[in-house]
């Protein structure tokens, strides 16, 4: 089972990725001040950055562990339910999202796996 403590390990391993409690409830991570990934201590589900294409297939491959950010949802973020994800996709969500997020030159610092 994923938790937030691997979400949150997962973000500040990235470049420049920082963590800040907003509204005092949710925790955001994010890239020179801008948010890639969302979530809260004790919860069991994290908002992530996509693309819209990525959100439909994400949905589309699994509607129960995939569904569309509250709000966000609109812009391609995707809700991920930690208890049902494969550790390895949201590794790779995360560095996705943090490429989405942070400008292009710092963007292109980040290797893949």
């Known amino acids: 089972m994923t938790s937030l ?7 500040v391993s990235l470049p420049e990725a920082e963590e800040r409690l907003t509204w005092e409830t949710d925790v ?3 890239v020179r ?8 201590e004790g919860a069991t589900k994290v908002s992530i ?6 959100q439909a297939e994400l949905i589309e491959m699994d509607p129960e ?6 709000y ?3 812009f391609g ?18 560095r996705e999202a943090w490429r989405r997020t942070a400008p292009k ?9």
């Not at 995707?78 to 390895?88: E, M, S, Y």
């Not at 030159?105 to 796996?113: G, N, V």
């Open 105 to 113: 030159r710092l963007a292109a610092t980040l290797e893949d796996a």
């Open 72 to 74: 966000v949802g609109r």
């Open 5 to 11: 403590d691997d979400v949150r390990a997962l973000a």
């Open 65 to 70: 562990t995939f569904t569309k950010s509250a």
């Open 33 to 40: 001040d801008k948010v890639f990934a969302i979530g809260g």
């Open 28 to 30: 955001t991570f994010r």
């Open 49 to 54: 950055k996509a693309g819209l294409e990525s």
């Open 77 to 94: 973020w995707v809700t991920v339910d930690l208890d049902r994800v494969d550790p390895a996709l949201l590794a790779s969500l995360m």
